[in-house]
Each structure stands twice: as C-alpha cells, then as structure tokens.
C-alpha cells in the first residue's frame, strides 16, 4: 500500500510539471510585456528582453504558439535597444510559427526598413496592411511606413490590371501588351548569364510592371514622389522592375541590368553592395560599356582614375558627364578582372558574408585578403602594370 501510494504521488508531481512549466512561461512573458510597456530606456527594454528571454527558454516546445509569442515580443524589445539584427532574427523565428500574424509582419517591415533592406521590408509592410486579421492601428502604422519608403498601397489601381505568372516573373501588363514576349525573353537571357557568369541562381519571382506609355509610366513614379529622369526607360525600386511599352535600342541592356540589381539584393539578402561592385556586375550582364579598355588606360595615364571613395557613393547618380561615366567604366573593368582572377565562387561567397551582415570591407578581407581599396590597387596593377 506504501509503495503505491509513493507512486501515486510521483506521478501527481510529474504531471504537474507540465502545469508549472506553464504557468512559469506565461507569468515571465506577462513580466515581460508590462516591463516593455513601461519601458524608457534601453536598459528598461533590456530588462523586458530578459523577461522574454526566460519565457521563450520554458515555452513548451510542441507549443508553436507560445514559442511564436515570446519570440515576437523579444525581437520587439531587441528592436527597441537598437539591435536590430537580432531582433530580425527572433521576428524570422517567430514568421515561421506564425505565418500569417500582421502584427509580426508589421515588426518585421520595421526592423527591414531601419536596416535600410527595403525590398523585404515592402513585402512584409504590404502583407501587415492587407491582412483581414490586423487591427486599424496596425494598418495605419503599415500604410505610414509604406508611404516613408515610396510605396503608397493606393497606388495599385494605377498599375497594369493583368498579371502573368511565370517560373521567375509576376508581369503586370495591359491587353494586348506588344513587348510582352521580348521582356520575358530579355529577362530569360538575363537569368542565364547571372547563373553562368555570376554563378548565381534566382530563387524568387521578381515583379515586372509594363505601362503603356512613358507617359503614364512617368505619371506613376511621380504619384510615387520618386520622378523618373525623361531618358529613363526602365528602372528598379524595392524588389520591382518598372518599364513602358518602347522600341528604344536601350530599353533590353538596360532591363538586364536592372534585373541583375534585383538579383544581387537576393543574393544578399537585401543588403547593400558597394556601388562600383553593384554596377559593374549588372553592366557586365548587361554588355554595356565593351570597349572600355582604351579610355581607362588614357584616364590612367592622366592620373584621373577614381579613388575608392568615389566609387562606394550610394548612387553614381551623384556624377554627371565623364565622371559618371569613367565611375562604370571603372567598376566594369574591376568586377571583369575579380571574376577572371577570383571566379564566380569568390564572388558569391563576398555576397554570402555580406548578406549576413558583414561589412563591404570585412567580406574583401575574409575571402580575397585585402578591403576595396586594396583590391582597386590590385586591379591597376592587374591591367595598368606594364605601363
């Protein structure tokens, strides 16, 4: 009778277990959240974020939703501090739980945007604002960041009402849109150079949108408050490729090029490329600028190559004339000389690192073993040492 009796209550206080794990988890998350709440400081953030912290350690783990709960409230107190890359990734964890909650896509879109990743910050913003499920406040809060980052959702009654879906493609279009069958082609020949050039395969759709006139796609952009220069005959901007029907010799050169920039942010997981590396590689895609050889070697002798710093600028859109255009000539030729020297594999294991948060510099160091600047002397010495 004794020996049953000790079972009997061994078992009461296993099974109870469960019931304390519990009740642990909820009150460190309830801790958490009224420390947050009431937070104003980094140091007050950090103490809700030890709160979480606990309560994502003792959520049960075949109980999604509280590890989804405890992970989201944690990446908002990390993104609250200031450490944004951490609070990514508790906010990642927590999508893959909970993949249709507006409110974690909404601190997503934040977290995105403040890293300067916009493409993906768009893409999670958009699904906060359309949910069913958000709340009025979460809503406005997704349309007011979508309006900082020049994406008004109102905008879409003015984009092409038909939509074609391919493998690599979401094309908006009109009916009976006459460069319809070219772009895909161009973009097609565009996928296979950046496979057998860069080594790198596109694993996500990209948007396409076709307007029927410069006219209206210049209209667009300046609903978009970012106008498009009168030459500009096709751009990209958060993940998306905007172009008008044309028969500009310009428009498919130009169309890959934009499209290799949206595959380098994929490669990178939306993350920033040194502007000189950026451009090369979509011009070189592209086959602009082939016979750059002779000007680069008349602006060497002339001492008027461009320093490092001149070619890390966000946008090369800050030169006008020979500037500008020495700035490409420049960056094709070193991107030609890192992929014949390094090879494509190098190549993508600098994205690599940089889509994982490393600096420009950092990357050039771990896997060709000098920063830019030291790579730019290499690349004279490469083309110029015979001079």
């Known amino acids: 009778m004794k020996s049953i009796r000790w079972w009997f209550w061994l078992g009461l206080l296993l099974v109870g277990r469960g019931g304390v794990w519990a009740e642990d988890w909820q009150e460190y998350l309830r801790q958490g959240i009224d420390r947050y709440r009431q937070a104003h400081t980094p140091a007050d953030f950090a103490e809700a974020a030890s709160a979480f912290r606990k309560a994502k350690a003792l959520a049960l783990p075949t109980r999604r939703d509280q590890q989804a709960q405890a ?20 906010l990642e964890f927590a999508l893959t739980l909970a993949p249709e909650d507006p409110a974690v896509h909404l601190w997503l879109g934040y977290c995105y945007a403040q890293q300067g990743r916009n493409r993906r910050a768009v893409e999670h913003l958009r699904r906060a604002y359309r949910s069913v499920e958000a709340t009025p406040q979460e809503r406005t809060s997704a349309r007011e960041w979508l309006l900082s980052l020049y994406e008004n959702p109102d905008l879409e009654a003015l984009e092409p009402p038909e939509k074609l879906v391919t493998d690599r493609f979401i094309i908006k279009h009109y009916p009976r849109e006459p460069v319809l069958g070219i772009v895909i082609r161009t973009l097609e020949e565009a996928a296979r150079t950046i496979r057998d050039r860069l080594g790198l395969i596109i694993g996500e759709p990209t948007e396409v949108l076709i307007f029927r006139s410069a006219a209206e796609y210049q209209y667009y952009h300046q609903q978009r408050q970012l106008p498009r220069p009168e030459w500009s005959v096709a751009c990209v901007a958060n993940g998306r490729i905007f172009t008008y029907s044309t028969s500009t010799p310009t428009l498919f050169q130009t169309l890959q090029h934009e499209y290799t920039h949206v595959a380098l942010r994929i490669a990178t997981n939306d993350r920033r490329l040194p502007c000189w590396l950026d451009e090369g590689l979509a011009s070189l895609v592209a086959q602009q600028f082939p016979a750059h050889r002779l000007d680069l070697e008349r602006a060497y002798r002339r001492q008027a190559l461009l320093p490092i710093d001149c070619l890390t600028v966000p946008s090369f859109s800050v030169y006008q004339g020979d500037r500008a255009y020495l700035a490409y000539l420049q960056s094709v030729s070193m991107v030609e000389v890192l992929l014949d020297r390094f090879g494509p594999t190098r190549l993508q294991d600098l994205l690599r690192l940089i889509g994982a948060g490393y600096t420009a510099d950092e990357a050039f160091e771990a896997v060709l073993g000098m920063t830019q600047r030291g790579y730019l002397l290499a690349w004279q010495r490469e083309l110029f040492g015979g001079y």
């Open 71 to 90: 992970a989201y409230w944690l990446g908002r107190a990390y993104y609250q501090q200031g450490d944004l890359e951490a609070a990514a990734k508790e």
